[in-house]
């Protein structure tokens, strides 16, 4: 495992993260926590030393805690996020922050946080949406100093609305933020123009999501997938987007000349061709996903001809 500085914060974190969305039962529907655990357990064993978690995921940031206490000797940062206080996601525009992340919602929550971890403090606390609009406007920036001060948090980040990277970027410039979470992969390109740049500017780190597209990049996503109730993914892939994933993957594994079961491989690679990101956090709910996505945290990046390539597969668009 190769490890990248995220940002200013002088943490060194593993290229491959451990994202714990899924393990926490909320969304994603067929979790088995003895398996999460196993899973985690495992990617600690190969380097992996970020993970990622939230209030808002079910159980995880009580499964979380209870891995990262039996590693206690190991150098693991542990990022949980603070939902918005109108449970509103993405946030809209026009929406004032005391609606949002008001002070007293701030601490309460990462309070239930600590209990539910059992951890002392957490390396990065981070707001679970955003809004530049919010930018010198209500009390979090006082709360999130004050927080620090106190050692219940060591630093601050926040998850930028999906599919709008440019909606942080007052935030990154100003200096009040040590690292952003943004959804970057093959097909949602927006990243590269803006943030990314911006980013490596200020020395703010870059976690990256949703760099399989929920799925629709492991070339396992046919018309004929099907999901469990209640699984989000049903929603995500409704309609004919199935086929839609389907086409537009079969031409970038044709262009690369690559097999189906690689692109997965290809699609972390493509996001850590970019030194400006710190860490993807793939979510990985079995041993086997661990494994795999885990041998890719090696340093190396797509060349520059593959890189090409997958930039002409550009493909923006909304599925949430």
């Avoid at 809209?92 to 701030?106: L, N, R």
């Avoid at 949602?188 to 399989?212: F, K, N, W």
Wanted: charged share 25%.
């Amino acid at each position: 495992m190769q490890y990248r500085p995220l940002g200013k914060t002088g943490l060194s974190v593993s290229e491959i993260g451990y994202g714990a969305w899924g393990i926490g039962g909320s969304a994603w529907i067929g979790a088995q926590e003895d398996e999460s655990v196993r899973a985690l357990h495992r990617a600690i064993e190969l380097g992996v030393n970020f993970i990622d978690t939230a209030r808002g995921y079910g159980e995880s940031e009580r499964i979380v805690g209870e891995v990262v206490r039996e590693h206690r000797g190991d150098p693991l940062y542990v990022a949980t996020k603070v939902p918005p206080k109108n449970r509103t996601w993405p946030a809209p525009d026009g929406v004032d922050p005391a609606e949002t992340f008001p002070g007293d919602h701030i601490r309460a929550s990462l309070e239930k946080s600590l209990r539910a971890s059992g951890l002392e403090a957490f390396d990065l606390l981070q707001f679970h949406v955003w809004s530049d609009e919010w930018m010198g406007r209500g009390d979090w920036l006082e709360t999130i100093e004050d927080l620090k001060r106190e050692g219940k948090i060591r630093f601050f980040g926040v998850s930028i609305n999906d599919y709008q990277p440019d909606n942080a970027l007052d935030l990154v410039r100003s200096g009040h933020v040590d690292a952003v979470q943004v959804i970057y992969n093959a097909f949602h390109q927006a990243p590269e123009e803006h943030l990314l740049p911006a980013c490596a500017e200020h020395g703010v780190g870059v976690i990256v999501r949703v760099a399989l597209d929920e799925g629709g990049l492991t070339g396992r996503i046919t018309p004929d997938s099907t999901f469990p109730d209640g699984d989000f993914r049903n929603s995500f892939f409704g309609g004919d987007r199935k086929a839609q994933v389907k086409h537009h993957v079969d031409a970038l594994v044709a262009d690369l000349g690559i097999e189906a079961d690689q692109v997965a491989e290809v699609a972390l690679r493509y996001v850590l061709s970019r030194d400006a990101v710190s860490t993807v956090i793939a979510g990985m709910r079995t041993v086997r996903n661990v494994e795999r996505n885990a041998a890719v945290g090696d340093g190396r990046g797509l060349s520059a001809g593959q890189q090409a390539i997958v930039a002409k597969h550009r493909w923006e668009r909304n599925f949430y």
